[in-house]
């Protein structure tokens, strides 16, 4: 997994401060079985952190292992995992300070313990979790800290941030542990806050001017090798991460012809790796016409982009847009009308949603319910409900029937558009109206926001089914959506697993 995990705290002395790094160095040459004491740069062994400190204070709150290292191997995969009180690379130890610096001030969760996002194309992206620890000689009793995971691919971060937080949490529980085992300790011994107010009222200074250094990591927790836990820990993560969680360059599921694998890869100066990624990976998505539903094959032939664009030239833009929202949000679709021009609208506005969560029913011998199905084509002659907000009709009219100078395709829908409309279906329409983009190109850019906007409905879906449903709007801000987004995602997740792992 390409992330730097990191452990800060807020020094009393100095403020924020990173005291511990784990990161991720891989060997690429897979034609070698030989096995290597570290598979990245032997420069990073050599370096020290006074190289890159440049002559940072430090005292004894910010201090954790020095020059020391620790340093775990996967011969299998050819990944070291080096950990050291400070990034040992000069660029990403600068993104870690500022990283650090906005974790434990402005950037932090409502409540200030949790979980929040920040970052930018050029800082790098962040998924900050805070958290304090008691300690007995500290202001106000407790110690702030934070572990930082800090990536260059923001979305790869945040589809990880169901697996990154229930793991974190994990770690962050068995550290308050032992800092409450300390503290209970030392309260049970001599309770502190009866000192402090002692020295107060007797007017002997304050209890600041007596107070010692800010105590070390290992003090507060009371266990000798925490730190050599916390590489455990994070070392865990990383690894599975990796094997679990894979980095897709998109534009390769869209063309057989392109060749991305795992055999070119960069290794940046920063530490990083640059990947292009090519594997089986089932999207869900209608990326490959060939591979479309059987009640298609009559007309599969046709590019669902054509489809598409022909329906806005016919309908206008404003019975358009209703379909397509209609479309997006989980209303069900109902085209009445001859076959072949039936299929067509159904097989078109299907092409927009993932295959999952599409429910096709193209030749109905009699009306069903949106439960049932939320794309369904009738004949003329079936009896139909009245246009509602649950269902978008789209009429058909046939050219024997059709009357001079009337639309051969009405849309009936009682719904109302909401006044800011869902970020995808503005895109689409952007899309559509660019004349400049060919109908391959058009496919490609839609089947790349239908994945994007896939992946953010697995990340919310996945984060409900871990119980955390009242507090995912920071979480939809972060990948990008809003509160006008929700009904289309909500409609997304109805096609994912009820209990995701």
């Known amino acids: 997994m390409n992330a730097v995990i990191a452990l800060c705290i807020f020094c009393e002395s100095h403020g924020p401060k990173v005291i511990f790094t784990t990161q991720t160095y891989r060997n690429y040459d897979n034609q070698s079985t030989e096995k290597f004491k570290f598979y990245g740069s032997k420069e990073i062994l050599r370096r020290s952190q006074s190289m890159v400190e440049d002559g940072q204070y430090e005292c004894e709150g910010c201090k954790s292992i020095g020059n020391m290292k620790y340093l775990s191997n996967e011969h299998e995969t050819r990944t070291s995992f080096l950990s ?23 950037e932090v969760h409502p409540g200030r313990e949790g979980v929040c996002y920040f970052g930018d194309e050029y800082k790098g992206h962040v998924l900050s979790h805070t958290f304090t620890l008691k300690d007995a000689q500290a202001r106000g009793f407790r110690r702030w800290c ?78 000798n090798h925490v730190f050599i836990r916390i590489h455990m820990w994070l ?56 591979e479309t539903n059987s009640e298609f094959s009559e007309v599969s032939g046709k590019s669902t982009t054509v489809i598409l664009r022909e329906l806005r030239t016919i309908l206008g833009k404003d019975q358009f847009r209703q379909l397509l929202y209609s479309s997006l949000t989980g209303v069900q679709i109902l085209v009445r009308g001859p076959s072949i021009q039936r299929l067509e609208s159904l097989y078109g506005l299907c092409s927009l949603i993932p295959r999952a969560c ?7 011998s009699e009306y069903m319910d949106p439960n049932k199905c939320n794309f369904i084509g009738v004949d003329t002659s079936v009896a139909v409900p ?41 895109k689409i329409e952007k899309s559509l109206d660019n004349e400049k983009l060919g109908n391959s190109t058009l496919k490609a850019h839609i089947a ?12 919310i879906h996945a984060m409900r089914g871990r119980g955390h449903s009242e507090d995912l709007l920071g979480l939809m801000l972060s990948l990008g959506a809003g509160p006008h987004d929700k009904k289309l995602i909500d409609a997304w997740s109805m096609g994912l697993p009820p209990n995701p792992a």
């Not at 599409?358 to 109905?364: D, F, L």
Request: with cysteine.
């Open 84 to 106: 050291s009180q400070q990034s040992l690379t000069q660029d990403v130890w600068c993104l870690l300070k500022h990283a650090c610096f906005r974790s434990l001030s402005c």
């Open 146 to 223: 934070s572990f930082i995971v800090f990536m260059r691919d923001k979305q790869f971060l945040l589809n990880m941030w169901p697996f990154l937080v229930d793991n974190l949490k994990e770690v962050i529980r068995e550290l308050q542990d032992f800092a409450e085992k300390k503290y209970n300790a030392e309260e049970a011994k001599c309770p502190q806050r009866v000192v402090r107010l002692t020295t107060v009222n007797s007017g002997s200074g304050s209890y600041n001017s007596l107070n010692k250094q800010p105590r070390s990591f290992r003090e507060i927790t009371n266990e």
């Open 235 to 290: 070392v865990w993560i990383l690894s599975a991460g990796a094997r679990h969680f894979i980095e897709i360059f998109p534009m390769s599921l869209l063309d057989d012809e392109l060749n991305y694998n795992l055999e070119h890869q960069i290794e940046t100066e920063e530490g990083f790796t640059l990947v292009n990624a090519k594997l089986p990976v089932n999207l869900n998505l209608n990326l490959n016409e060939s």
């Open 358 to 364: 599409q429910r096709v029913k193209v030749q109905a």
């Open 386 to 426: 009245v246009p509602c907000v649950n269902v978008c009709r789209l009429d058909i009219i046939s050219d024997e029937h059709k009357v001079e100078n009337t639309n051969s395709h009405i849309v009936r829908w009682m719904g109302i558009l909401p006044l800011k409309l869902p970020t995808l279906l503005t």
């Open 448 to 459: 790349a926001l239908q994945e994007e906007w896939a992946n953010i409905a697995k990340v």
